[in-house]
């Protein structure tokens, strides 16, 4: 199957040309950058739906998390338009960290809906290099539908085990490569090369589960979950909590 694959990229190139040559020419980046917040306020509401019962499990732990000051400090890593606001308890402390800007506005709206929480500030940057926060300083991380896109999952993974406190949780829930030597996996390469464009920089064959293998977490619990959109090429999501 593999000597297929060069073949279907090309053609699959050939078919979305002017997307490629926008690319090469340096506009498509900044128009990605503009129109894909808007794409993923679509996407959130039926996404949200499919999803609530997994999400509302994946992120009950958080009650329990709670010190004497009652708060929660809680950095969401790729917050997008702030999905996950109206599943997380009352009284967290809530960061957001997105290296596109433009998902401020959207930011603002989704707390300003969730008033439960307690708005702490956004911060543009990459996750592989947060310096504008300190060591230690939050009991949980979120990072939903992130490391499909980021530069350097290690990166990420490291800094997140900076910030967070000891004994820290990490909430993850991301898309990743369907199995090596099914045709699923063979479209997922076929596809990535176009996709990564279309995606904001998403991967589609990126095996995540192994990174959080190897961050060195003192503990990782994952569940297999399929795709919540057969349509799209994204493949089966994996779901779970890592501790510091």
Not at 35 to 52: G, I
Request: charged share 20%; proline share 7%.
């Amino acid at each position: 199957m593999d000597v297929l694959v060069p073949f279907l990229q090309l053609l699959v190139l050939l078919l979305t040309l002017p997307l490629h040559l926008l690319a090469l020419l340096g506009y498509w980046e900044p128009m990605c950058k503009t129109y894909f917040p808007y794409l993923m306020a679509k996407l959130t509401k039926s996404s949200n739906k499919k999803m609530e019962g997994k999400k509302r499990e994946l992120f009950s732990p958080i009650n329990d998390l709670k010190g004497t000051s009652g708060k929660v400090a809680l950095l969401e890593l790729g917050c997008g338009t702030g999905a996950n606001f109206q599943f997380y308890p009352p009284n967290c402390k809530v960061t957001c960290v997105d290296p596109n800007p433009n998902f401020e506005k959207f930011l603002t709206k989704s707390m300003a809906e969730n008033r439960h929480l307690q708005y702490e500030r956004f911060i543009v940057a990459y996750g592989e290099d947060m310096k504008q926060l300190a060591d230690s300083s939050m009991d949980v991380v979120v990072c939903t539908l992130v490391l499909c896109s980021v530069q350097s999952p290690k990166k990420v993974l490291q800094e997140i085990q900076r910030v967070l406190k000891p004994g820290g949780l990490l909430f993850f829930w991301e898309h990743v490569a369907e199995p090596r030597g099914s045709w699923a996996f063979l479209w997922q390469r076929v596809f990535e090369p176009t996709w990564k464009h279309i995606g904001d920089g998403c991967h589609l064959t990126r095996e995540t589960w192994k990174d959080l293998e190897k961050a060195g977490f003192s503990d990782v619990q994952m569940e297999r979950q399929p795709p919540p959109f057969k349509w799209l090429p994204v493949g089966p999501h994996i779901m779970g909590k890592a501790v510091k």
